[in-house]
């Protein structure tokens, strides 16, 4: 099946050094009732991790990684993300589609 038919889209990340908004709404199978991503994206996904129920008031992150590339997701909601890489450049990113994804890459500071 080629991909055009399978449901597929390929997912590109235009540059692998900056976050950027990724749109998943056609990824995946219907008649297969689940989603694979994984070869599509610029890296290996290692693990898996959610939050669920968090008050409105709380802010998470406070941090940067060294080495990890992430793409989150609001499954359910809405997160707000404050990004500043090294250079002092600050992006704002608003999750409210589960289709949507957020990628980070490293040496990016973020607040949610």
């Known amino acids: ?21 990724l749109d998943f709404k056609r990824v995946g199978s219907s008649a297969l009732g689940y989603i694979s991503i994984a070869e ?10 959610w939050t669920y129920y968090a008050p409105h008031e709380v802010i998470r992150g406070h941090h940067a990684h060294k080495a990890l590339r992430q793409v989150i997701f609001a ?16 992006k ?16 990016h500071w973020r607040t949610m």
């Open 1 to 21: 099946m080629s991909p055009q038919n399978s449901g597929f889209m390929e997912i590109k990340v235009r540059d692998i050094h900056q976050p950027e908004l």
């Open 40 to 49: 599509k994206l610029p890296f290996q996904i290692r693990r898996v991790y």
């Open 75 to 90: 499954v359910s909601g809405v997160i707000k993300f404050n990004l500043e890489n090294i250079q002092g450049v600050k």
């Open 92 to 107: 704002f990113f608003i999750l409210d589609r589960p289709e949507m994804g957020l990628y980070i890459t490293n040496f």
